[in-house]
């Protein structure tokens, strides 16, 4: 299995698909980053790619795998990203 690309490689393409500096491509990313974080709270879109969205958790009831004891899991917010169709249509291919 392939690695993963850095930010830098990520950087490095988009500089050179756009034409425009390495260093101007990394403040992109990072602000598209900034974006993501501050606006997560709406939802964020990518598109294309697909959205950040916060979602809340109910209570449950949980299992500790150690021993088998019950345990109480609170309520609590998750942030959560849903792919967008068109990126599983072009990753996976049309079904």
């Known amino acids: 299995m392939a690695k993963p690309l850095t930010k830098s490689q990520i950087a490095a393409a988009i500089a050179e698909k ?3 500096t390495k260093k101007n491509a ?4 990072e602000h598209i980053a900034d974006l993501a974080y501050k ?5 964020f879109t ?3 790619l697909g959205k950040l969205v916060l979602v809340n958790r109910k209570a449950r009831i949980g299992r500790n795998p150690a ?6 899991i609170p309520a609590k917010r998750v942030v959560k990203f ?3 169709k068109a ?5 996976l291919g049309r079904k």
Request: zero cysteines; proline letters at 3%; hydrophobic letters at 40%.
């Open 18 to 20: 756009a034409g425009v």
């Open 26 to 29: 990394g403040e992109i990313l």
């Open 39 to 43: 606006n997560a709270k709406n939802s």
């Open 46 to 48: 990518l598109p294309g």
């Open 67 to 72: 021993t088998g004891e019950q345990i109480n």
């Open 82 to 84: 849903r792919v967008a």
């Open 87 to 91: 990126a599983k249509d072009a990753i």
